[in-house]
């Protein structure tokens, strides 16, 4: 696609971006930073500039892990829950920033919540990007027992986008852990069957056998380095890892 100002062609006309809730953390251990969602909000208004629509999915571990109370003994559907309401409040965190940016922005929620957020409905969901707006999509999947990594892979199916972003703080699907073995080779592109057979991490089993059944393509990029979500955006086959 080309955009309306005569910017560089992309290969994608939407796209879903996964963003884990750690994203959101202030330096101070604060769970939301403004900082964080003024500057996550800056990276996405960079992708809109390109006319892409954008759905966003967003975890909810700088709030609430469910295994903090699972070790404690809680029960797993209410401490599951207890994220799904943390997703919500990051997604408004984030919609806030957005708009103060000037871009439209919406929450839908797996779990209703009428006073705060739309309820996710697919085809609002789409008609919500088809009008340039930028959706966030909370609560999970509505279900505990999934994790957003499931979400994003069910929503970005659903929504029929052309590609789920992963955003991490590495940039891309390595042999090894490249922070303790400095010899780790970083792949530019995999096949599912290359992540299943060599064990690699990408997402949990579920959201990525949901990929695999689907022909999703999946990028791994560090989303903080430069402008690294940009470049993978355009195509650039050096950032990141692709998979498909």
């Given amino acids: 696609m080309t955009t309306q100002n005569g910017n560089r062609r ?21 769970p939301i930073s403004i900082d964080k969602a003024d500057f996550i909000a800056e990276k996405l208004q960079q992708i809109y500039d390109l006319d892409i629509q954008i759905a966003v999915v967003i975890g909810a571990g700088n709030i609430w892990r ?26 408004l965190a ?20 009428n006073e705060v957020a739309e309820p996710y409905i697919r085809l609002r969901a789409i008609r919500h990007m088809e009008k340039g707006r930028v959706v966030i ?27 789920i972003i992963k955003a991490t703080k590495v940039n891309g699907v390595y042999s090894d852990d490249p922070k303790k073995n400095p010899d780790a080779t970083r792949y530019s592109l995999l ?3 290359d992540v299943l057979s060599q064990h ?12 695999q059944e689907n022909n999703m393509p999946i990028r791994v990029v560090n989303f903080w380095e430069d402008d690294n979500l940009l470049r993978a955006i355009k195509g650039e086959m050096e950032i990141g890892t692709l998979i498909r």
């Avoid at 295994?67 to 799904?84: C, E, I, V, W």
């Avoid at 690699?200 to 990929?211: E, G, K, Y």
């Fill in 94 to 113: 984030l919609r806030d920033a957005l708009e103060r940016r000037n871009l439209a922005a919406r929450v839908q929620t797996a779990i209703h919540m």
């Fill in 66 to 91: 469910g295994s903090m109370g699972l070790g404690r003994g809680m029960d797993r559907t209410t401490a599951d829950h207890m994220g799904m309401i943390g997703t919500v409040m990051n997604g």
């Fill in 137 to 163: 999509l909370a609560g999970g999947t509505g279900n505990p027992f999934f994790t957003t990594d499931s979400a994003a892979a069910l929503r970005a199916n659903e929504l029929e986008v052309d590609i």
């Fill in 10 to 30: 992309t290969p994608y006309k939407r796209i879903l971006l996964k963003l884990s809730g750690e994203a959101l953390r202030g330096e101070n251990e604060t």
């Fill in 191 to 193: 096949t599912y069957q």
């Fill in 200 to 211: 690699l991490n990408v997402m949990d089993m579920t959201a990525f056998t949901l990929c």
